[in-house]
């Protein structure tokens, strides 16, 4: 499915306010996994309250120890202080990797901004050799900007 093809099938889940936030949440990570080949694993976390450290929240794929990571920790715990979008082509080519599983071979972070607050992010891991594109970057930071709206 294309990205513009998974749009409204976002849009729907964010609607559905029969659904709890974290529900909504873990259906838009389960449709991205289903729907996106190179997608293997796909969650979102969230600053744990006034800790310097993000907490995982809903997420769809293979369970992971990694539900609490510090900041500068990892590539989550390195968007969660630069802000920015990092996409690793190559996770063996990063010093401060934190291993989820061993066939993961590319990861993409991209930050949830709240009232301009970096409050989360989107976290994709791919058991494929760099897989993401500008594409990914763009459809990604669409699905925080709605999720945003959402946990205001």
């Not at 729907?35 to 907490?55: R, S």
């Not at 989820?100 to 058991?127: R, T």
Request: net charge negative.
């Amino acid at each position: 499915m294309t990205f513009e093809a998974l749009k409204p099938e976002v849009s729907k889940i964010l609607e559905s306010k029969s659904l709890s936030v974290e529900h909504r949440l873990e259906e838009i990570c389960t449709l991205l996994k289903e729907n996106i080949a190179y997608y293997d694993w796909v969650g979102f976390y969230f600053k744990n309250g006034d800790k310097d450290e993000l907490k995982l929240s809903s997420y769809a794929g293979a369970p992971t120890d990694h539900t609490i990571i510090p900041f500068g920790k990892g590539i989550c715990g390195q968007v969660a202080v630069s802000n920015e979008n990092f996409v690793v082509p190559d996770v063996k080519a990063q010093d401060n990797y934190i291993a989820c599983s061993i066939s993961v071979k590319a990861e993409i972070v991209v930050p949830l901004f709240v009232n301009g607050k970096n409050i989360g992010q989107i976290d994709i891991d791919s058991n494929t050799a760099d897989p993401f594109t500008e594409a990914d970057e763009r459809f990604l930071e669409w699905v925080n900007e709605q999720v945003a709206q959402l946990v205001d």
